[in-house]
């Protein structure tokens, strides 16, 4: 299948509308999981992304802690060269080994981020990451022009191809810039959580930055499928039982939820395909990274990478619209 692609900012990427994420596909039992994930069903549905015209996969470090990058490349160990999407990481965060449980540290330091992506590389059975992210801020003291020096000196040594900042403001990625330019940004994106569009997006397009944004679905609450009942059966280790999307702004987010399956029954589609559309709609989104834990979940948004919104769709869903 052939999917629209746009250029990944200044990368020389071209990449689809749509990516695939897989942050759930490193299982339970770990600080921000999803809840249980097989691995056979996750290999799965990797293949049926890529199979279906998904060009880039988004993952972490983190995930899974380390899990999410070994189900990625035993997914696509047996694509050829030609036929392999790009692989999207993550690194800075630090977890227990010993306790699974406890939350990761955000670390910065030099020594920490070269082990780190020498890990991944390790873990994705690569030579080259073709998208290496900061994940976070960290909160060890390490000032932005120290971790961005190691991430621009890894880029040039080759080991990166591009480089990125995740749930990075203005300011930060300001001074980032300074230093070496900021490949992409990636940040959280969609109905429920449009403030990006307020800096962070025009901040990409006067710097020729790309971006792929995360969570369009608002991590499953904008895809129909969700009411209180359906939050309080969510498994103790999914992270989203303590997230106030789903607990003090649940009815709101319910409401915007409501106006997008009215607008995917306007335009025959579904519910998942208009949320992840109406992130792709604003100037400075390159892509959305969209997650499935399914096939069937992934052929509910493919639909988005084609699918225009109006005017009017954009006013019912919620006051803020593309300029």
Same mark, same amino acid.
């Given at each position: 299948?052939?999917?629209?692609?746009?250029?990944?900012?200044?990368?020389?990427?071209?990449? &689809?509308?749509?990516?695939?994420?897989?942050?759930?596909?490193?299982?339970?039992?770990?600080?921000?999981?999803?809840?249980?994930?097989?691995?056979?069903?996750?290999?799965?549905?990797?293949?049926?992304?890529?199979?279906?015209?998904?060009?880039?996969?988004?993952?972490?470090?983190?995930?899974?802690?380390?899990?999410?990058?070994?189900?990625?490349?035993?997914?696509?160990?047996?694509?050829?060269?030609?036929?392999?999407?790009?692989?999207? &990481?993550?690194?800075?965060?630090?977890?227990?080994?010993?306790?699974?449980?406890?939350?990761?540290?955000?670390?910065?330091?030099?020594? &920490?981020?070269?082990?780190?992506?020498?890990?991944?590389?390790?873990?994705?059975?690569?030579?080259?990451?073709?998208?290496?992210?900061?994940?976070?801020?960290?909160?060890?003291?390490?000032?932005?022009?120290?971790?961005?020096?190691?991430?621009?000196?890894?880029?040039?040594?080759?080991?990166?191809?591009?480089?990125?900042?995740?749930?990075?403001?203005?300011?930060?990625?300001?001074?980032?810039?300074?230093?070496?330019?900021?490949?992409?940004?990636?940040?959280?994106?969609?109905?429920?959580?449009?403030?990006?569009?307020?800096?962070?997006?025009?901040?990409?397009?006067?710097?020729? &930055?790309?971006?792929?944004?995360?969570?369009?679905?608002?991590?499953?609450?904008?895809?129909?499928?969700?009411?209180?009942?359906?939050?309080?059966?969510?498994?103790?280790?999914?992270?989203?039982?303590?997230?106030?999307?789903?607990?003090?702004?649940?009815?709101?987010?319910?409401?915007?939820?409501?106006?997008?399956?009215?607008?995917?029954?306007?335009?025959?589609?579904?519910?998942?395909?208009?949320?992840?559309?109406?992130?792709?709609?604003?100037?400075?989104?390159?892509?959305?990274?969209?997650?499935?834990?399914?096939?069937?979940?992934?052929?509910?948004?493919?639909?988005?990478?084609?699918?225009?919104?109006?005017?009017?769709?954009?006013?019912?869903?919620?006051?803020?619209?593309?300029?």
């Amino acid at each position: 299948m052939e999917l629209r692609t746009t250029e990944l900012g200044t990368t020389g990427m071209q990449i &689809t509308r749509v990516g695939f994420g897989s942050w759930a596909l490193g299982g339970g039992d770990w600080a921000s999981s999803w809840g249980p994930q097989d691995d056979v069903d996750s290999v799965r549905t990797v293949r049926h992304a890529v199979d279906a015209g998904v060009n880039w996969i988004d993952t972490a470090a983190v995930y899974g802690l380390g899990h999410s990058e070994e189900i990625v490349a035993r997914a696509l160990k047996d694509y050829a060269s030609a036929d392999r999407p790009f692989v999207f &990481t993550k690194g800075g965060l630090a977890w227990d080994p010993d306790d699974r449980r406890a939350g990761s540290r955000k670390i910065g330091d030099a020594a &920490t981020l070269r082990r780190q992506v020498d890990e991944s590389l390790s873990r994705l059975g690569v030579d080259r990451i073709d998208l290496y992210f900061m994940h976070w801020p960290p909160a060890d003291g390490t000032p932005i022009e120290e971790y961005w020096a190691t991430l621009v000196d890894l880029r040039t040594s080759g080991k990166l191809r591009a480089i990125g900042l995740s749930n990075h403001g203005p300011e930060e990625l300001s001074r980032a810039e300074h230093i070496g330019h900021v490949d992409v940004i990636q940040p959280p994106f969609s109905a429920i959580d449009p403030t990006a569009a307020e800096a962070v997006l025009p901040w990409c397009v006067e710097h020729r &930055t790309g971006s792929v944004v995360y969570s369009p679905m608002g991590s499953g609450l904008l895809t129909g499928r969700f009411s209180r009942a359906r939050v309080d059966s969510l498994p103790e280790d999914d992270w989203r039982r303590r997230s106030s999307a789903f607990t003090t702004h649940l009815d709101a987010n319910l409401a915007t939820a409501a106006a997008v399956r009215e607008v995917a029954e306007r335009h025959a589609t579904t519910s998942a395909a208009v949320a992840v559309a109406w992130t792709l709609g604003f100037a400075g989104v390159s892509a959305a990274i969209v997650g499935a834990r399914t096939p069937a979940q992934v052929d509910d948004w493919l639909a988005a990478a084609d699918l225009a919104l109006t005017d009017q769709d954009y006013a019912r869903i919620s006051d803020r619209r593309p300029l």
